[in-house]
């Protein structure tokens, strides 16, 4: 079985919650669960303690936890750069490397939860 949710957040609790949230609504319990987020989520180790911290002593604790971080992908409109960009942390606007415009954001805003048994 593999199966996947894409959550959108908006900051790193709203983040840690919807994880967990999925994972509580899982029933029967996967072995492996991937997580695949970017700094657009939050802070990539933030949410791996806290997820960490809060199945610690549950039954959820045996699922194997992988966390991803992938680079957001944007699309520039004023000088049309495709492509993935580096953010130091969590922000609400991403600047084109190249033209230094805002930017529409293709990749990285959602969080997409991979299942596997
Ligand atoms: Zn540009």
């Given at each position: 079985m593999?199966?996947?949710i ?7 609790f709203d ?6 949230n999925s ?68 922000v ?13 954001i ?10 596997k048994?």
């Open positions: 593999q199966w996947r894409i959550i959108d957040t908006m900051h790193e983040t840690v919650e919807k994880i967990y994972l509580l609504n899982m029933g029967e319990l996967p072995n492996r669960v991937y997580i695949k987020l970017s700094k657009l989520n939050g802070n990539v180790d933030f949410v791996r303690f806290a997820i960490e911290s809060m199945i610690k002593g549950t039954a959820l604790e045996r699922i194997k936890l992988e966390f991803i971080e992938i680079k957001p992908k944007i699309r520039c409109r004023t000088c049309g750069y495709e492509g993935e960009v580096d953010i130091p942390a969590h609400h606007f991403i600047r084109c490397p190249f033209c230094n415009d805002v930017v529409d293709i990749e990285g805003k959602e969080i997409e939860i991979l299942v048994d």
